[in-house]
C-alpha cells in the first residue's frame, strides 16, 4: 500500500492491486476509510467520515491533486 502522503491524522494512499481502475486515492483515519476519485475529484466511497470531515478531504485531494496523479502514474506505470 503506498502511501502518497500524510496530512494531519490523515494518510493519503493506493493499493498495489488498484491499477485496473481509474486513479484513485484512499484516505485513512482511525477507523474511517474513504474513497476519491481523482479525475475529476469526486467522492467514490465516504468510509465512515462525516459531512463536514469529507469536505476538509475533498479539498485536501484537490489541493493535491498533480501530486495524487503523478503519484499514481509512476506507480502504475507500463
Avoid at 500524510?6 to 498495489?16: A, K
Avoid at 481523482?38 to 479539498?59: C, N, T
Amino acid at each position: 500500500m503506498p502511501t502518497v502522503f500524510r496530512h494531519g491524522p490523515y494518510r493519503f494512499f493506493f493499493y498495489s492491486a488498484d491499477g485496473h481502475e481509474p486513479p484513485h486515492v484512499h484516505i485513512e483515519r482511525d477507523a474511517n476509510a474513504g474513497k476519491f476519485w481523482l479525475d475529476p475529484v469526486r467522492l467514490a466511497d465516504s468510509g465512515g467520515y462525516g459531512a463536514k470531515e469529507l469536505r476538509l478531504i475533498e479539498g485536501l485531494v484537490t489541493t493535491n491533486r498533480e501530486l495524487l496523479l503523478r503519484a499514481w502514474n509512476d506507480y502504475f506505470a507500463d
